[in-house]
């Protein structure tokens, strides 16, 4: 059976505190196999949740936190650091571009990279484009520092094949076709603008199936926001290269490796990549089968519910 999850929760419902948690706390920890006085990169910092987990899981272990949006470094990660003091050091950029912020930043020793792929529920909410139920203008981008084109000129300007491929392929949209026919009458009468006209004209394009697509937990328009916002920000590219790169700036005196992937496509690029640098005799999978979240967790954290967690441990030399 084809293996499908979405990330994207009923924001309609959505609690700013359940959105908060991290996810696989206990479980990255576990298999981060912290040491004392380790250094370890967490290259989606986010609202800090691992990055906390990890120092205080390990009193001696030090965590240089990465993200490419600013403000979330400054509203959540200067607070951090008044706790934690020099353990934690904060660091704006991409993780797709790992390599070359480690070098700059002259990071000699990395004991264990976490990356969580999934959006943050508050980027979501709060950045214009990412949110259905939030009338915002269609931008996506996920950082205007890193990404000049918008979800508003691929929508409008995009031609009609590429735009079916980038419903079909990444966001798995088995009615691309309907929902691209009527896209393309509806921007030659007006531009398509904001969120919530183009939701709105994903649900007319499902119009026939809307009732069976209503019993699902997300909004008809979900894997549609998905796909742009993946294609916008190269969501894929930027997991190949931090996946190489990753193997390559690990300590090779057991360096963990540890991915979080909310995305069926995301997920079988980590699974990819792993089982093809342990033929190589790169690193070692240790994690025997993907890891989910147990009942306790997702009774708490729903947003959980299509987190996958694969670990793998640089090979000793």
């Known amino acids: 059976m084809k ?29 981060m196999n912290l040491k004392p006085g380790g250094v370890y990169v967490d290259v989606t910092f986010g609202t800090g949740g ?4 990890i120092l205080d899981a390990e009193p001696t272990a030090q965590v240089i936190a990465l993200d490419w949006d600013g403000s979330a470094l400054d509203t959540y990660g200067i607070p951090l650091q008044e706790i934690y003091q ?25 004991d264990g990279i976490l990356a969580d792929f999934g959006t943050s529920q508050i980027q979501i909410l709060q950045q214009p484009g990412f949110s259905i139920y939030r009338e915002t203008d269609l931008d996506m981008r996920m ?8 979800a508003k000129e691929l929508i409008n300007f995009g031609e ?4 079916r491929e ?26 398509i603008e904001t969120t919530t006209q183009l939701a709105a004209l994903v649900v007319r394009a499902v119009a026939k199936n809307y009732r069976q697509a209503m019993r699902k937990p997300i909004h008809p328009a979900t894997r549609v926001f998905q796909a742009l916002r993946m294609y916008i920000n190269r969501e894929l590219d930027n997991i190949e290269s931090f996946l190489a790169a990753s193997v390559q700036l690990l300590s ?12 069926s496509l995301e997920d079988r690029i980590v699974k990819s990549v792993f089982r093809e640098d342990q033929e190589k005799g790169l690193l070692d999978v240790v994690t025997k089968k993907v890891v989910m979240a147990d009942k306790e967790e997702l009774a708490a954290n729903p947003s959980c519910r299509s987190a996958r967690l694969r670990a793998a441990e640089i090979r000793k030399k």
């Open 86 to 110: 020099d353990r934690l050091r904060l660091v704006w950029g991409s993780f797709a571009h790992l390599y070359k912020i480690v070098k700059k930043e002259k990071i000699k020793q990395i």
């Open 50 to 53: 691992h990055t906390r987990a």
């Open 160 to 163: 009609p094949e590429k735009l």
């Open 3 to 31: 293996e499908e999850f979405v990330s994207e929760i009923d924001e309609s419902q959505a609690d700013i505190q359940v959105l908060h948690k991290p996810v696989l706390v206990n479980e990255v920890i576990q298999y």
């Open 252 to 263: 090779d005196q057991g360096g963990r490796l540890v991915c979080i992937s909310f995305h």
């Open 143 to 150: 950082s205007r520092s890193h990404y000049h084109v918008t």
């Open 166 to 191: 980038i419903f079909w392929q990444l966001g798995e949209e088995r009615y691309a076709k309907e929902i691209v026919d009527l896209l393309v009458q509806e921007r030659r009468k007006q531009s």
